[in-house]
Nanobody, 113 residues
C-alpha cells in the first residue's frame, strides 16, 4: 500500500483548500478510504470516510465544511475544505478505512492570517 497526499499549504481563515491522495499497491476501486489529521501536540483525528461507490460520512466538526470525493479511474481521493479555521491547522493524511497505519507522509495545512 502506498498513499501520497498533496495540496496542503498556508491559507487565511475562511479560505479553502483541496487535498489529493493518490493510491497504489491495492485494489483502490473497491476499498473504502478515510481522511484524518494530526494537529500540533494532539493525536490523530478521524475526519471523514468515503466508500467505494462514493458514499461519504463525516465527523460533526467538519460536516458542511469538508467534502470528500474520489475518482476510481485515477486511484485518487480528494478533500475539499471550505471555511477553514485556525483550529484546522494540522498534518492531513489519507488511509485505508480502519487502517490508520497505512497513511502516507501527510500534507501540512496551516490556517493563519
Amino acid at each position: 500500500v502506498q498513499l501520497v497526499e498533496s495540496g496542503g499549504g498556508l491559507v487565511q481563515p475562511g479560505g479553502s483548500l483541496n487535498l489529493s491522495c493518490v493510491a497504489s499497491g491495492f485494489t483502490f476501486s473497491t476499498t473504502p478510504m478515510i481522511w484524518a489529521r494530526q494537529a500540533p501536540g494532539k493525536g490523530l483525528e478521524w475526519l471523514c470516510g468515503i466508500y467505494s461507490d462514493g458514499g461519504t460520512y463525516y465527523r460533526d466538526s467538519v460536516k458542511g465544511r469538508f467534502t470528500a470525493s474520489r475518482d476510481n479511474a485515477k486511484n485518487t481521493i480528494y478533500l475539499q475544505m471550505n471555511s477553514l479555521k485556525p483550529d484546522d491547522t494540522a498534518v492531513y493524511y489519507c488511509a485505508l478505512e480502519g487502517r490508520l497505519s497505512t497513511r502516507g507522509q501527510g500534507t501540512q495545512v496551516t490556517v493563519s492570517s
